[in-house]
Each structure stands twice: as structure tokens, then as C-alpha cells.
């Protein structure tokens, strides 16, 4: 089997993974982002993405965060990777659904660097 094959067919089975985490595939119902599925993103990333997010849209570059305890860098942070490309998508969806595609699309990522490697 050729990799871009190997490719599609494991970021076809990502998507249907997280698609699982998001609709109720039986009735197509949204369920929303799950608290009990995504704990980290719910507590720690998500109140950061929406201060990133509000703050890029307002025009202003989030160097600095003023809501954690004295102030603390935001843009540099190494645990939230701002400067990741695929996390910027928060500035363009709304976080909850931000954070389920940047999982999917790490997760995708990770699975096709290790594609050609399956036999």
C-alpha cells in the first residue's frame, strides 16, 4: 500500500474518532466539547485561548497576561504554544471547536509522520 493511501485512511479514522468526541453520530446531534473527554483543555488551555483569541480580534498582540497572579508571558509560553501555527486557529473558530481541531489535527499530524513506517 503506497503512504499517501496509508496517509488518508489513518486521518479518515482520526476524523471519525474525533467526530465521535463532538456529534452524536447516531442522531447527528452536536453534544459540544465533553468535559469529561477533554479535561486539560477545558481547565488550563481554554480560558488562555479565549483571552488569545479576544485579544486578537481587539487588534492587540497577547505578549503579556495580566490575569495570572502578578503577570506573566503569554506569547512565549512554551505550555500553551502560541507560536504553533495549527493552535492559531483559534483566532478564526470558536475555541471549543478550536480545540478539538487542533487535536485532530495533531493527532493526524503524529499518525503520518509515522505512516511510513507501517509495513
Do not use: H
Not at 505550555?79 to 471549543?96: A, Q, R, T
Request: glycine share 8%; hydrophobic share 50%.
Amino acid at each position: 500500500m503506497r503512504t499517501s493511501t496509508k496517509v488518508i485512511l489513518i486521518f479518515a479514522s482520526s476524523c471519525l474518532l474525533f467526530a465521535k468526541l463532538v456529534y452524536d453520530l447516531s442522531t447527528g446531534a452536536t453534544q459540544g466539547l465533553n468535559p469529561n473527554i477533554a479535561n486539560d483543555a477545558i481547565n488550563f488551555v481554554w480560558p488562555y485561548y479565549n483571552y488569545a483569541s479576544a485579544s486578537i480580534q481587539s487588534g492587540v498582540l497577547p505578549v503579556w497576561n495580566p490575569y495570572s497572579s502578578v503577570g506573566a508571558p503569554f506569547l512565549g509560553d512554551l505550555g500553551l504554544g502560541m507560536l504553533y501555527p495549527i493552535n492559531w486557529l483559534v483566532f478564526f473558530i470558536e475555541v471549543p471547536y478550536a480545540l478539538m481541531m487542533i487535536q485532530l489535527l495533531t493527532v493526524a499530524i503524529g499518525m503520518a509522520g509515522g505512516a511510513d513506517k507501517l509495513t
